[in-house]
């Protein structure tokens, strides 16, 4: 990922350094974020150095939801340099995808900053909807 496809980031975090961005069907979710690490991670067949974070989004026919996602797992990347944030937050679709999100959101308060600043960013009718499931 170069500079040149970020121009929607704000200049002063320009100063943040790139992660990794790899391209990968992630199990029942848009994208992944894993902190820098000194440590490699297994996507799929092969193995990427998590050495200056890597985002991991997947390849979706719903460019708008794709653009949203990578905001989001941006957005994890700006927590860990300016909000020193490092927390996991695992996905569960528990049957009702509704009251997941809602849950979800609720719950752990990066992804729904994530979720804000994903949809100022790059709004998806499907995250915007969320947003609307969540604030009810
Ligand atoms: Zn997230």
Not at 14 to 43: T, W
Not at 45 to 63: A, Q, R, T
Not at 75 to 87: A, Y
Request: proline share 4%; net charge neutral.
């Amino acid at each position: 990922m170069s500079y040149f496809e970020l121009n929607w980031l704000h200049k002063k975090d320009r100063a943040i350094s790139m992660p990794r961005l790899v391209f990968f069907a992630a199990p029942d979710c848009g994208g992944l974020y894993y902190y820098p690490d000194n440590r490699e991670k297994l996507i799929g067949d092969k193995y990427f150095p998590l050495d200056c974070g890597l985002i991991v989004i997947s390849p979706n026919e719903d460019g708008a939801f794709m653009a949203h996602s990578l905001a989001h797992e941006w957005r994890h990347h700006w927590q860990f340099f300016e909000r020193g944030l490092t927390g996991g937050s695992k996905w569960h679709n528990n049957g009702n995808y509704e009251k997941a999100i809602i849950s979800y959101f609720r719950r752990h308060l990066h992804e729904w900053d994530a979720l804000l600043y994903a949809n100022r960013m790059a709004p998806c009718s499907t995250s915007l909807e969320w947003e609307r499931w969540i604030r009810r």
